[in-house]
């Protein structure tokens, strides 16, 4: 079993800042792809970015340039930093993994992201 534990999302005006963590405990061992999803109000979920062992990734067009995604391995931990900020970013953002990057069947409880004009 693997938990995730994200965090960082935050309030901040367009132009602003974040970066989100997603700490992983537990049979980390057993994963091989994350990602960063998000879910605005009445919207569908929308994967953001992922990443894959070996360092491969996969950026949102909308988010290409500005959001940047990483995992550090010694920390078993997934980031996503998020520059340049628009309101059309402010969603619940949260973290997934698993064995391949077709199952992600671990989830953070999400961090709320909130973009102000």
């Known amino acids: 079993q693997v938990q995730l534990r994200d965090s960082g999302g935050g309030s901040v005006q367009a132009g602003g800042s974040l970066r989100l963590s997603c700490a992983a405990s537990?049979?980390?061992?057993?994963?091989?792809?994350w990602a960063w999803y998000r879910q605005a109000p009445g919207k569908q979920r929308e994967r953001v970015a992922r990443?894959?062992?070996?360092?491969?990734?996969y950026y949102l067009e909308s988010v290409q340039g500005r959001f940047t995604i990483s995992h550090d391995y010694a920390e078993n931990t997934l980031y996503l930093q998020m520059n340049g900020l628009k309101p059309e970013d402010t969603a619940m953002y949260s973290c997934?993994?698993?064995?391949?990057?077709?199952?992600?069947?671990?989830w953070g409880q999400g961090t709320q992201v909130t973009v102000s004009s």
């Open positions: 997934a993994a698993g064995p391949n990057c077709g199952d992600f069947n671990y």
């Open positions: 990443f894959r062992r070996g360092g491969h990734t």
């Open positions: 537990g049979s980390t061992y057993s994963l091989y792809c």
